[in-house]
């Protein structure tokens, strides 16, 4: 694993520097925040909406960061024959997956934050009420769902194709998953499709951390096994 | 000391029989040129070498390891240039280097080798700006910037204007006299002529000459390598 932290860095760097990346992640969130908080308003448990859409969208932020940005930068590194470069060198497959994970994560980590700062000074945002709840609960979502994305981006013929994926596993998935509209304000039948999304338990634990309740462990559980699962197989299916 | 040694090395891809029976020896501290017509299988035998392509066939040493199961050792000690190659479009020159020598145990000093091969005055260039020429530089430098005992550089100058060509010749030399051994793929004769020790010639995946640069002219019975290279390649495709 030598070098971790620097792939790392510059692979962080570079997803700055790539004015589609920066505004996916970054920019494209604030704008749905806004576009949400234009009525304001309490959800119907009586929760001010703030308090449901900083967590629901820093969701959102991990999944775009996972399954949009994410795939679409590896096929492109493998199309250019970047990662051939990276294969004559010591560094290892499991290292170019962590780097990418990582910095594609810390992506979002900025997008969070960017929301969370927006909230504190916009709309008067509290939470979260359990800070390791949520941290853990946001950490096994980025796991469980970069993990879907490093397979997106290990199968996928070319970065082109990869957008195209990306953005229809990304897109029906935040809606249903309630990632972008309430969970609680879903219609029954969309919100019991969500449920079989993977983004559904990242949504529903994120939202138990902030709120303070505890998160169900099979959630968690469902969270890992995904990963386990999701990384293995792009481990196995990856080429350089 | 024998640094390279293959015998009878084949890979096809698909049903394409690419190499044939490869059979060559390279020692230590020699610049060995491979030349051939292009498809011949020259970057073919190279990533062999590399251990980036698994041979169908025969065998192959490089510094006494097997570039297939012992990969991770090897790629400490060797540096590649690749024929087709990129790097990220928004990755600095400077940053690339560092990034390169954070892969190895044992790196080069890259400042000192981003001084040597003139890329300084790029630094913070980003590769995507880069010219065709400067890219190569680029290139070429990321395959020693792990201080490796033996290099590949396929199409090693391909690209660059006649001053840099006589700058990493004279880098080149200087190389071997430290010790590296460094297999060139070319297509310039003069540069071969220049700088090889020895030369093999490849063609239709196989070794079909063999030598030093006066050795293969005097074969030709010519008087430069170039007519030479002529001559033999025409006699076996004929
Ligand atoms: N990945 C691949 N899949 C299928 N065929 C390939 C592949 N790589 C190379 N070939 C074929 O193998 C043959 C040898 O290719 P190679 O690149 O080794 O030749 P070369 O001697 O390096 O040529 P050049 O001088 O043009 O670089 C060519 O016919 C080429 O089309
Ligand atoms: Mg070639």
Known sequence: ?240 | MTVIEINGLQKSYKTHRVLEDVTLKVEKGEIFGILGPNGAGKTTAVECMSGLRKPDGGTLRVLGLDPQTQRAELLQRIGTQLQEAALPDAIKVAEALRLYASFYDEPADWRALMDEWGLTEKRRARFGSLSGGWKQRLFIALALVGNPEVVFLDELTTGLDPAARRMTWGLIRDMRDRGVTVVLVTHFMDEAEALCDRIAIIDRGQVVHEGTPGELISKGHTNSLDDAYFALTERTVS
């Open chain 1, 1 to 240: 694993m030598k070098g971790l932290g620097n792939v790392i860095a510059i692979e962080l760097k570079l997803a700055l520097r790539d004015p589609m990346a920066a505004f996916f992640a970054l920019a494209f969130p604030a704008v749905i925040l806004w576009m949400k908080m234009r009525n304001g308003g309490t959800l119907p448990s009586g929760l001010p909406i703030i308090e449901a859409v900083v967590p629901m969208l820093s969701v959102f932020v991990i999944g775009l960061a996972s399954l949009v940005v994410l795939p679409a930068t590896m096929a492109q590194y493998r199309e250019r024959r970047v990662l051939k470069r990276l294969r004559a060198t010591p560094a290892s497959s499991t290292m170019i997956f962590g780097a990418q994970w990582a910095a594609h994560m810390l992506l979002a980590v900025v997008g969070t934050a960017v929301l969370a700062v927006i909230g504190v000074f916009a709309y008067n945002l509290q939470g979260p009420v359990d800070v390791p709840g949520m941290v853990l609960a946001w950490v096994l979502g980025a796991l469980s769902l970069g993990a879907i994305g490093l397979l997106i981006g290990a199968l996928v013929p070319s970065g082109r194709a990869a957008t195209v994926v990306g953005l229809a596993v990304f897109f029906p998935m935040v809606f249903v998953s309630g990632a972008m509209s309430a969970r609680e304000t879903l219609p029954e039948s969309m919100r019991s499709l969500g449920d079989w999304t993977p983004m559904a338990p990242a949504v529903q634990a994120v939202r138990a951390g902030w709120e303070g309740h505890a998160a169900s462990p099979v959630t968690l559980a469902v969270m890992a096994g995904i990963f386990i699962v999701a990384s293995a197989a792009a481990l196995k299916a990856y080429r350089w």
